[in-house]
């Protein structure tokens, strides 16, 4: 994985949206014992729902050493929750299994770290396998419709008002030599995702945001066998308030993006 230049800033950067992230309590189902947690990071999320749960055993997996010995100190007192440095398809080696399995904010560095498409497949599968039967699957991420592939009549405006910022240039250079001209509402989207990153932009540039779509997700949950139970796609209010600010765009106009996907899955 690349380099994190400033860990800190990463993890407050994470950790900023608890209160949104939190969202996914809702999908907790009644008589949960054993939640894991893949791509846990310093365990912020982890150990609010441990909070929130109390009766509930929350194990939080990173592939990060440095986030892990972050989350063990604050777990420390904490009896429903633990922390290991451990790859997901390493972990499938301990023979527990989980009423739930959830990915947050995780999947798309997946995606960008491991080998794009199939290591998200692979998790999936994993995670199926990491189930107890008719155990729940929790997907919360930046997630968009294929269908926002199509261009359409919005775009030359909004893309105006977006390109006309000369402070964004390279960033939209460097944004399309990465994945291609801005011709379609989920680039613009994906850019509008990702711009506020600057300071970090090494990293965050070339990270794809949106690799998976809910179509796909559909197609490769049909196949592991999982029932879909509920499906959100949404625009955290702290991103339209930006957006607005930044570019001047309308209600209209801002009802064509999204930040947020939760699916909510179950193992038959
Ligand atoms: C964007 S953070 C999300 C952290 C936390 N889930 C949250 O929502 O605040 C993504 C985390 O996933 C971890 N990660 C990335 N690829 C992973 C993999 N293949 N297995 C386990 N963790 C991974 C990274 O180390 C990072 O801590």
Redesign the pocket.
Known sequence: ?DE?ANPQR??ER??K??QE?LRIAHFIPRGTKTVL??????????LALAEMFPSINFV?????NE?IEIAKKKAVGKPNVTFEN???RERLANSQRFDVV?????L???FS??EGTS?VVK?LADAHEMMKPEGTLII?DMILYDYMNQSDLWLSTIEKKIKNKVELTDLITDFEKYFGQIVSTKQLNHFLLKYMYEDNWQREGKENYVPVSFEQYDRVLKLLGMKEQYRESYTIPYLIELWRKDFGLTDEELACFRSTGIIVAQKE
Not at 60 to 64: A, M, V
């Open positions: 994985m994190i990463y993890l994470m950790s949206p608890l992230k947690d893949v791509g846990c990071a310093d365990g912020t999320v982890t939080g997996i990173d592939l990060s986030f451990v790859f997901l959830l990915f947050c904010s995780v798309h560095e997946f770290y491991g290591t998790a919360r």
